[in-house]
């Protein structure tokens, strides 16, 4: 256990387990150097010299702020799922960033059983439709893709009219607010990777945190956005 102050105060079992090689005193907490909020949402980082967030965030906020901001809020609905995967961490962090290549194959059978445009995929075939979407990385490996007029929230065909008509009427209200196009970023389908450890899938509500425990175990935590 850990004192207020992050001193690592008791073990269990220390004696049987360590006898007295266990230096308690360099195993305390490590204080977060830096913490700031993004609409809420809230980062830490260890390294004092790290830029400010807004800054770190880069163009990426920008894509970002019709979700976490012009959206009216947004809640993540716990507890978190909890999961053990056997791969480094920088793997799936880099799969949200925008991995296009898995879509043709891990996706194939969805891809090939819808009427969308981008049913021609599976199996990374052809190109994606011209337009139908962008890819953005920003300056401290945050970015993400874009698919336009995904359509946020749509979970159940017996929700679509209502969710649908939701989304209209809130984008016509965005696009005299924020402008055309960041009103379209909100209707859209967003996959995306805050470096190093958080990633989200705006139109299936996923947020995740990637918490490394070595070189090739990652702990996933998924929430319901």
Known sequence: ??????????????????????????????EVARVESFHGFIYGCFDQEAPPLM???????WYLEPIFKHSGGLELVGPPGKVVIKANWKAPAENFVGDAYHVGWTHASSLRSGESIFASLAGNAVLPPEGAGLQMTSKYGSGMG????????????????????????????LNKEIGDVHARIYRSHLNCTVFPNNSMLTCSGVFKVWNPIDANTTVVWTYAI
Do not use: T
């Open 1 to 30: 256990g850990f004192g207020s102050n992050g001193e690592l105060q008791s073990v269990p079992f220390e004696k049987e387990l360590y006898g007295e090689s266990l230096n308690k005193k360099c195993l305390g907490l490590k």
């Open 146 to 173: 874009v698919l336009w007029d995904g359509y946020s929230g749509v979970h159940s065909a017996d929700l679509v009219p209502e969710l649908m008509a939701f989304g209209g009427s809130k984008q016509e209200r």
């Open 55 to 61: 800054d770190y965030l880069g163009d990426a906020a």
